[in-house]
Structures are given as C-alpha cells and as structure tokens.
C-alpha cells in the first residue's frame, strides 16, 4: 500500500496523544478547496493514517483541518488548519503538537 498523507496530534499539555479528534483534508485544484474522501479521527495513539486516497495524491497545495474542540472544548482555538505545499508524491508526515493556548506543526518523516 501507497502512503501518502498521515499526521499525528500530541497534547503538550498533559504529554500524551490527542485520540477521536476529527481531521480532514483538502486540495486546493483550480482555485478551489476540494475535500478528500477519507474524513476520519485521530486513534488512541493520536494518529492518522493514509488521508488522501493513493489516487488523488499528487504534488499541489493541501490543507489538514482538525476540530480540536471536540478534544479541548476549553481550548483557545476550535480548529487548527495546516496548510502546506508537496512538490511530488511522496509521503508526507504534518504533525500537530498542540496546547490550550496555541500549537505548532513541522514536516516530520
């Protein structure tokens, strides 16, 4: 199996995984956001697997969006967005690491 897209939320402030949180993802083609197929929730491990279908995977803008405040209804922010740019079709890991009052992402591997 291809992969292609996955992504994995770790709460900073507790130091553990954010599970069952919902994430999507987008393509931006022609000038407009299309959604992917495959919305699903974080596991227990906070993670994410294969977000885009192997198929529509292709270099391009993308954005994963997370409804954060089904985990952190208290939190600063009921949704993160990360936005980001792939030149080829290789597989791209786009964590959240994430707290009440902010978050940070990074290319990971």
Request: proline residues 6%; hydrophobic residues 35%.
């Amino acid at each position: 199996m291809t992969k292609t897209l996955t992504t994995h939320i770790l709460d900073l402030s507790c130091g553990r995984p954010a599970a069952n949180v919902p994430v999507r993802v987008e393509n931006l083609i022609d000038g407009e956001w299309i959604s992917m197929p495959t919305t699903t929730n974080t596991n227990n491990d906070g993670r994410a697997f294969d977000l885009v279908p192997a198929d529509k995977w292709q270099a391009g803008r993308w954005r994963i969006i997370f409804d954060v405040s089904t985990y952190m209804p208290d939190g600063f922010f009921p949704s993160v967005t990360i936005e980001f740019c792939t030149k080829d079709t290789a597989h791209y890991h786009v964590p959240l690491l994430l707290n009440k009052f902010g978050y940070s992402t990074y290319r990971g591997s």
